[in-house]
Every structure is written in structure tokens, then in C-alpha cells.
């Protein structure tokens, strides 16, 4: 079964193009990851410190390897000076619609 998540991450004021950029470098990351169907990083108009990041995984496995790599080698390590809270997190479970295989 599918796993899915948004992450909401705020950034230290004025930090946000910085934890943006730093996720984008994650997300190449994420291209080689095994099951990573899906790792959007979004940022909204009216929150110049907030990025969300969307992801959708083949399976649990996948997403818990990822998640359990080393967070140097996964870019994380780079990311997480910026915050100013820890990640919030909305456990999904997708189940189809264009863009998902």
C-alpha cells in the first residue's frame, strides 16, 4: 500500500527561500531513493517562512528507509539549523488520481 505525507516545516524568520532551497537539494536526492514516487517541495504566498513538502512512497519500507538514512546523507542534516519548530506531519494513504502510478 502507498504512503503519503505533507510535511509543513516553518523557518527561522527570514529563512524560508533558504529552507526551500535546502529541501529542493534534498528532493534531487530523493530521485535516486528506492519507492520515492513523489517529493514535491511547495511554498505559499502568504507564508514567506513556511515550505511544505509532499511525498509519496511505493510502500512503507520505502518511505522508513528514507527516513532512516543518515540525515547528512539524505541533505536533512543541512535543513534543520533553519527551522524554528520541529516538522509537522499529515500521515496519508494515497489512493490514485493523475501523477500517481
Known amino acids: 500500500m502507498k504512503v503519503g505525507r505533507y510535511v509543513r516545516m516553518v523557518a527561522t524568520?527570514?529563512?524560508g527561500a533558504a529552507l526551500?532551497?535546502?529541501l529542493l537539494a534534498v528532493a534531487e536526492g530523493m530521485r535516486a531513493?528506492?519507492?520515492c514516487e513523489l517529493y514535491v517541495v511547495n511554498r505559499t504566498p502568504d507564508e514567506e517562512d513556511?515550505?511544505?513538502?509532499t511525498e509519496v512512497w511505493a510502500d512503507e519500507?520505502?518511505?522508513d528507509a528514507a527516513l532512516n538514512q543518515d540525515l547528512g546523507e539524505a541533505g536533512?542534516?543541512?535543513v534543520l539549523p533553519l527551522l524554528?519548530?520541529?516538522p509537522e506531519f499529515i500521515e496519508l494513504t494515497p489512493i490514485g488520481g493523475p501523477g500517481l502510478s
Open 50 to 53: 513556511v515550505v511544505w513538502v
Open 61 to 63: 519500507a520505502s518511505s
Open 33 to 35: 531513493a528506492a519507492g
Open 84 to 86: 524554528a519548530a520541529p
Open 20 to 22: 526551500a532551497d535546502g
Open 76 to 78: 536533512l542534516g543541512a
Open 13 to 15: 524568520p527570514g529563512a
